[in-house]
Nanobody, 122 residues
């Protein structure tokens, strides 16, 4: 069983920044691809960013390219999402997930955190 705990969400004005963290309980975290997803009210869960086990490959949704950065620290079993130039449309619950393979699809991820709310005011 893998436990993922997100932190770092909150309320920020448009143009501001937040850094999300996701701490994993499993010591094999270092071999797991990780992803950040988000879900806004009335919308489907969507990929934000993904990172392979080593951090050498990353994927970003078009809507966040150039503004968000995903990274990981395998020694700390933690994955991060640095979010800059935030927009009101970034408002959502953000989830981290641990997967079987490096992918932008939700089906590749077996374990999910409880989510953290990000609210961007205009």
């Amino acid at each position: 069983q893998v436990q993922l705990v997100e932190s770092g969400g909150g309320l920020v004005q448009a143009g501001g920044s937040l850094r999300l963290s996701c701490a994993a309980s499993r010591r094999t975290f270092s071999t797991s691809p990780m992803g950040w997803f988000r879900q806004a009210p009335g919308k489907e869960r969507e990929i934000v960013a993904a990172i392979n086990w080593s951090g050498g490959s990353t994927y970003y949704a078009d809507s966040v390219k150039g503004r968000f950065t995903i990274s990981r620290d395998n020694a700390k079993s933690t994955v991060y999402l640095q979010m800059n130039s935030l927009k009101p449309e970034d408002t959502a619950v953000y989830y981290c997930a641990a997967g079987r393979q490096y992918s932008s699809g939700t089906g590749a991820y077996d374990y999910w955190g409880q989510g953290t709310q990000v609210t961007v005011s205009s």
